[in-house]
């Protein structure tokens, strides 16, 4: 049995439930109850352990941080209809947390999906926001463009196609105790990355029924929304700090300045050495980074 997740960070967690639209949402929280809000938002295949090497060092600077499992993963209802998890239900739920914190703005940090997530409530809910990070994820607009331009591109992101199909994803991510998926997370990150307690834990917060069903659905949702729905391509209006690990082997740098580009006020820092799981590889040097942009006035 794997341990408590909570028992690897050295703060204290509370632990409440929020109603999305359609969804319960399980949420970890921290800090002072009156701290400037802060929304961690995680994504495939992770929850909110995810954000475990940034929860202190924001707490410690005095922010109100709050940690959800987004719907479809681990003790966050995982809905069977793949239109429940498309973007603007997924904005819909951020916001949901929001104003169950009693605020009507809150700072938002996402990584992969959680900031796709991001980008989307920046365009649209961009009075929800105060300031926006987003980690290694480019903004929907430059991505359909670079798929489109860049043959290399295209071919990093076909697992995202095999991802569409029924079942089959499923069965093969989740065979054997996981054993793909988990060789996939800590293959693409730097040695050391993710532990054998991490993927424990990870394994068991895949082992929940429905689970990699509603992590899959993510991917279904967005598919089916750009054959609907074309990007934004008005600028981001929130002051928005862009961070990429260069090592990243699904999600080319060359989209990270252009992304950057796309904000009024955006400003991008690239770490060389670190993989897509930047916050995990690189934590002091993403804190830094954090701290510094939520700390700014605007």
Same mark, same amino acid.
């Given at each position: 049995m794997a341990s408590d997740p909570a028992g690897r960070i050295p703060v204290?967690?509370?632990?409440?439930?929020?109603?999305?639209?359609?969804?319960?949402?399980?949420?970890?929280?921290?800090?002072?109850?009156?701290?400037?809000?802060?929304?961690?938002?995680?994504?495939f295949p992770e929850f909110w352990y995810g954000w475990r090497r940034q929860i202190p060092a924001l707490v410690d600077a005095g922010y109100r941080v709050v940690v959800p499992d987004q719907r479809g993963y681990n003790r966050s209802g995982a809905p069977r209809a793949v239109a429940a998890y498309d973007l603007d239900l997924l904005a819909d739920d951020v916001c949901a947390l929001i104003d169950a914190a009693g605020r009507k703005r809150a700072s938002i940090v996402g990584h992969d999906w959680g900031a796709m997530v991001g980008w989307h409530l920046a365009h649209a809910?961009?009075?929800?926001?105060?300031?926006?990070?987003?980690?290694?994820?480019?903004?929907?607009?430059?991505?359909?463009?670079t798929l489109r331009s860049s043959p290399a591109q !295209?071919?990093?992101?076909?697992? @995202?196609?095999?991802?569409? %199909?029924? &079942?089959? $994803?499923?069965?093969?991510?989740?065979?054997?105790?996981?054993r793909l998926l988990a060789a996939l997370l800590r293959g693409s990150g730097?040695?050391?990355?993710?532990?054998?307690?991490?993927?424990?834990?990870?394994?068991?917060?895949?082992?929940?029924?429905?689970?990699?069903?509603?992590? !899959?659905?993510?991917?279904?949702? @967005?598919?089916?929304?750009? %054959?609907? &729905?074309? $990007?934004p391509s008005a600028p981001v209006e929130v002051p928005t700090l862009v961070l990429w690990g260069a090592q990243d082997v699904a999600l080319g740098r060359q989209m990270a300045v252009p992304s950057?580009?796309?904000?009024?006020?955006?400003?991008?820092?690239?770490i060389d050495t670190a993989t897509h799981w930047v916050q995990h590889d690189a934590p002091e040097l993403v804190n830094r980074h954090l701290l510094d942009h939520l700390a700014a006035e605007g």
């Open positions: 204290s967690l509370e632990r409440y439930r929020v109603d999305g639209v359609g969804v319960k949402l399980h949420v970890r929280a921290a800090g002072p109850d009156d701290g400037p809000l802060v929304v961690l938002l995680h994504g809910h961009p009075g929800r926001l105060r300031r926006l990070a987003v980690l290694n994820v480019p903004h929907p607009r430059v991505f359909r463009d !295209l071919l990093r992101s076909t697992y @995202a196609l095999f991802f569409q %199909l029924p &079942v089959l $994803p499923e069965w093969l991510l989740g065979y054997n105790d996981g730097r040695p050391g990355t993710f532990d054998d307690t991490d993927l424990a834990i990870y394994r068991q917060v895949w082992r929940r029924p429905g689970r990699l069903r509603g992590m !899959l659905n993510w991917y279904r949702a @967005a598919g089916r929304r750009a %054959l609907r &729905v074309a $990007p950057a580009a796309m904000c009024v006020d955006g400003r991008l820092e690239t």
